[in-house]
């Protein structure tokens, strides 16, 4: 009980140090990314995916507007996990930065770049009083001259650079699953079944086509694209991961905040 | 007792992180909105329904003094659930919002336009400090390019879109009738029939005319419009709602806040 | 013990919400209100009624310098019940925008819209941090376009519209009086006869001339003005409310903060 | 002890509302006017008095020095109550004001709308944050187109007007005095002995001209006049309230702070 | 304990009021006066004397770095008793002020003037929040047309003028031995006599001359001057309170703060 | 558990200090410098070596994302310990300083110089409200005008010179080594020699090319230059301190916050 | 116990005022003063001597980077103890001022001046929110118009002048000694001396060459100079208190925050 009430000591008011050197604020804005649904991204040899569980609390919920996977210029998509309006401010952010540097350049941001941008925003809210860190991760997937590039962002502001990651939900498991079975010589596609079969493996009973999110960006056409409710269908189904009907209307996650 | 006191811990100063990632302040400001009646917005194949439950405590109140259901521009209706000063606030942003977009474009705000602009507004209050969260949630009914749409707008500042919702008091169960009563394919008279059918669920006494709010945006005309008193009686009589003049004397409802 | 320890811990700082919902220091200002003495606005066919209970502490003390209620424009009273300080900034914000409308649109303001930016202005004193919610509320009475308006303000920035409504101490007793002795269709000196006897109904020992303020606002003339001081004793006297001297001068209330 | 521990939470920060809709800060500014020496106003057919202890703690100190009684302008006196350091910003303020009155509109400032001015600068200081409350009550006299005026500031910001009052130590017995003793017919002469019996009569040792100070504006003058010590000692002796010597000496009541 | 409990409640935050009316920060500041060396003024018929304790804590420091005596202006003189550094901001505020009436106006200041100036400036910081109150009382001691004053400022703002005076340690003691032995006709000889003889009462070992200080303002130079080290001790053998050389050795007064 | 609570007093708000002169956000800042991994730097006779631990939590993570050497400038580098994001912002502090100083004075900034805007800058987060100090230390290490110089930056803003030092994680195991290894005429090679070999000491599986992070500034070329990943490779099993593959598999650090 | 209680309740926020009229945050600052290693000052006739015990907690770190002495201005030197990082902040405002000084003037700043200027600086910080005091002590050593000075500022912004002083560790045993050994007519090499002598006395190891800091302004020059290494070995060695090599090896004081 102690070490509770000490803990209380260093919540309460603004981002500040606890004893052993740890920022509060900042970690609890880390559980609310775990309280989000997950996100993963994957870097293969012909692009990067992005993938993510958006499934919704109720049917009368249009599932396009549960946001887990945004466009944030032509050739860089951003997927989410945690808070969501945090995550909007975030992704309204990376879009002006994207084009204050085509405006600016005349060329395309390269992903570090943008990815540095946004965890220098972050920080500033960790630091800085009269405000509370973004209770959210992101991960920023793009191609840069011809490269595919894979960051997440985290709620202190660091950036990392990742072959194949997940925020939210049950990283833990996700993460295993991917150190098992990723390759960095797989292609586009393999990316793509490699994340639904990662969400598939931490939801038993299968997943819909409307209740997940999937994007990808190709080394070819430096092109963020998604593919249509049919073809994400049959990529479900191709995986062995596509839920039947009955299982898809028992669903019934936690709405995210 | 434990839980209470860490509870307290986190919900005293300005909009902060729980040790368990989530916000309090908004949290509570979602309870201020389970304090307000019920409102309700259903899309239909032809239009969108907005309707609210607007008793007032007194018979020397004018009905129409009880502010659920606004025109924020000729094609846009909100309703409101929660903190009626703090809906105010809303409803005057988002018909600024409406208006500078007619002088700057020379057209018509989308709706989702609207509702993102609304909601990145409402995250502010929840992330910098000097300030509460908006104690209101909204539903935002329009028609945008021929298409109806319906938007929900929580306290956290997050966009829902949906097919038919509730927000306010006894949100679960009017949402189940919802849900089991909702077809797609139902065409304007029939959803505001549906709506008032769902309040009605609630209301053992049943509605009067004057209880309730109901507007519609169709999309032929794509203009917001409200059934008079005298047709309201009709629907409500049409649909087995319409309470008895005793029973309505007899309604005392809390105040809302 | 711990629900009073509980709700301690949320009165303390800015408003902010507790965890039902609610705005303490909004809901405290509405005690602010029910200590100060009662005001009465009853609308009536050919105009508008405001009355209030203005006695004062000490028979030393100038009945006039009770402010209870103001005129705000020519056409338009307002009463007060609550913080006294309070009310007076409220009303030279009326009258500022009163004169505002005057100049900018050559016409007299719209008592709703003089209504809604003084509720617009009480409501960012319950939002934005640094200042306490007014405690005090208004009634607002006037002649719009030939139609007699009646509103109420309260500390949260709410606007209600009333037939007959009372603000202050004793507003049960006094509303239900007026439930069941107002109609419609009554003229302005059968207003001004109810208001005044449901002052006398919550005072035993009866209404002095000087202990009360009535002004009215007519459909005609649409002007404001008040009954002089015999005027007033007749009325008094003529509803069967008029105190004998002896009681007036036993009369110690309370007084007003 | 409940009590005293609820009391507390109210009263720590800036000025908040406590559950029963008083503002503390206020009323213990109000105490702080208590801890002051008495000053009384009386209001008479021809003029307007000030009177108010200022007995020093010293025989040491200057008894002009203990500022009680103020000129603000030409027609118009000040006595205090309370604070001293408060009281002299109100009597700059005051003095400003008339001042910027007469050379803005080339006439001297009425009675009540410098009240109203002082008392809207009070206000301020229990509403917005970063300041307390003036610990002070003040009494403004003044003739106004040949009618004497006579009012009353408090902390709160409330203004009242008078025919006669006291502030200060012993308000309860004084007031019983007055308004056994007054009579609205009395000439300047009377008030100003109804002033010094009245401070004669909770001072049993009796009053000394250095231990007392008297003001009066004449209707006639409209001019702020004081009597020296010999005709204050006249005064006193006339109205059998003057002290003996050895009373004076012995008199040692607590220094105002 | 509970009283001690309760007063802790008002003094943590900025200066605001007790339930007894007290600012409690202005009076622990007292109490900062109170933990300086003694200083004294005394007016005489031909100028003003100030006298103070300012023995130091070692015999390497320079006494004349212990700074309790200052020339402000060339016609007056300020002591005082405190918090030094709080002491030196005032001084530097009088001079400024003394040198910008003698710019604006040509002439020397009042010294009246002078010291409310002085106590206004005090006074904001005891009422606006964002700073402590001055913990320093001063003695501001001058001659203004031909006639010598003398005030005191302590740290709520509040102006005193005395015929003679003691702030800081022993104050009680001090005024004691003042009251008894001040005459109002006495010299300037007489004065800064009484003026050594009363600190000699307070301290048993006697005073040397580089343990005090004493400075004089003569009605007909209307200069400030100060005795030197020699004239000190013969003033001091002359009224019989130079310390022995031995005493002086032993004296370890504590520092002030 | 007296101590305990004392502590929890002075941590809670702003950098303040505790009874025996510590600051303790200060030092909690420290605590979060010694949660990050090692970062060593060796001053030799011809250049200066930085080495740094910068193992990741995952084989998926990209090894150049984990940021622990920075170049600043052509001729200086900067290794750091701690709160990655925050190292972020001292280096894009440094690198624009040292911008400034080529456009301002046309010639690259003195290593000493940077380090010191970098502490007055740290220094600041220390003693002003409304931030928290930065979680990190540096080592900036360059040359100037032909000499070697390297130093240390603290979370309190001190700066030090070092001949060798470590900070973060085992700071106290690395500095005996080097205390015990170090020569002041070491060649640069020897140092990079020693530095691996120190962090090799407290890493008991050895090191992996992809695992540290090596940089040097040579006395020659004013150049900061890395060494490639097979260079790497050569150093550590020259140095006898590489990492088998089983070792390097299954190492598994703590993620740096 | 309850006095440690009652003390807490002062020190939390900014610097304010407790009962007994201290203020702590002041006080605990200069705990930090004393938490520094010892510096010292010593005047004699032909000039000013500065001492300072800067030992390192490590052989590898460069002894010239411990500042403990600065040179302000041409003819000013600085020695300082306590937090580091203030001291830095402090010297730099110092040699801003000598510099203003110089371009305004045309002079070299005095001492007093100079000292009065810091100490101003500092008192600032002691009274105004928003930030904490400067938790470093410092002697200013110079020459004006031939005359030698020294000064003390400490944390609450009092200036002292000395002829020999102490600050840092160790005050009270190096202020006994120096009171015993002190003579004013000392010659500059006598006064250094005295001031190794002083920190010898409490080192009981002896002291290195590098161990200590020693500066001088002579009267002659006027200008700061320092000994060298060699130099300073010299004089350690004549006085007495050269640390034998194995006894330097050893030390292991504290690292100064």
Chains 1, 2, 3, 4, 5, 6, 7 share one sequence.
Do not use: C
């Not at 609390?57 to 249009?62: D, T």
């Not at 502001?157 to 098992?180: C, F, M, N």
């Not at 694209?225 to 073809?231: A, G, I, L, V, Y």
């Amino acid at each position: 009980m102690q070490g509770q009430a000490q803990q209380q000591a260093y919540d309460r008011g603004i981002t500040i140090f606890s004893p052993d050197g740890r920022l509060y604020q900042v970690e609890y804005a880390r559980e609310a990314v775990k309280r989000g649904t997950a996100s993963i991204g994957i870097r293969t040899a012909d692009g990067v995916v992005l993938a993510a569980d958006k499934r919704s609390g109720s049917p009368l919920m249009e599932p396009s507007s549960v946001e887990k996977i945004h466009k944030a210029d032509d050739h860089i998509g951003v997927a989410s996990a945690g808070h969501v309006a945090d995550a909007r401010q975030l992704i309204d952010f990376a879009r002006r930065q994207a084009q204050v540097n085509r405006l600016r350049y005349g060329e395309a941001i390269g992903i570090e770049t943008l990815t540095k941008e946004i965890t220098d925003h972050i920080q500033q809210y960790t630091q800085v009083g009269g405000a509370r860190p973004f209770g959210v991760a992101l991960l920023i997937a793009g191609v840069e001259k011809g490269t595919p590039r894979l960051y997440e962002t985290d709620p202190s502001g660091t950036p990392y650079e990742w072959k194949a990651v997940s925020i939210g939900a049950d990283r833990a498991e996700i993460r295993d699953y991917l150190e098992e079975h990723y390759r960095e010589d797989m292609d586009l596609d393999a990316g793509v079944g490699l994340a639904v079969e990662a969400l598939g493996e931490v939801n038993e009973e299968g997943l819909s086509p409307t209740g997940i999110g999937v994007a990808t960006v190709d080394v070819e056409t430096e092109e963020f694209s998604q593919p249509s409710e049919e073809e994400l269908a049959d990529i479900l189904a191709e995986h062995d991961v596509l839920a039947s009907e009955d299982a898809a209307a028992d669903e019934e996650p936690e709405e995210e905040e």
